[in-house]
């Protein structure tokens, strides 16, 4: 299964993160640019999906709650906001998306 987060797309790994799939950045990265790798991730002590760059880790850059009690996330429950900002605020004047799809089964 392949996710659209803030445009980019997310693709199912093999492995899970507090009992819930975890995702990772698929590689388009401009020439000349750093390629970090970036996953997708649900921290249930905070009960958040997470952007980071370590899978169960304890930094990350941007952070949605929503989709508590669903094993994938759902693309219309998700309001991302930056880490840096205080959790419970949303970043202002942004509202990212989280569009999800399938790569192979046509679901």
């Known amino acids: 299964e392949t996710l659209m987060v803030a445009g980019e797309s997310y693709v199912q790994k ?13 590689a388009s990265v401009a020439e000349g640019t750093e390629n970090a790798e970036v996953f997708l991730f649900y921290r249930a002590h905070e009960g ?5 760059p370590v899978i169960g880790g304890t930094t990350c850059y941007a952070r949605a709650l929503g ?8 693309p ?7 880490a840096t900002l205080d959790p419970w605020q949303p970043r202002a ?4 998306s989280v569009d999800a799809k399938s790569t192979s089964s046509g679901l």
Do not use: I, K
């Open 93 to 96: 004047g942004s509202s990212y």
């Open 48 to 52: 958040e999906w997470w952007l980071g």
């Open 67 to 74: 989709s508590r009690l669903f094993a994938v996330p759902r």
């Open 76 to 82: 219309d429950e998700l309001v991302w906001r930056l």
């Open 14 to 26: 093999p492995r899970l993160c507090d009992a819930r799939p975890v995702y990772q950045r698929e």
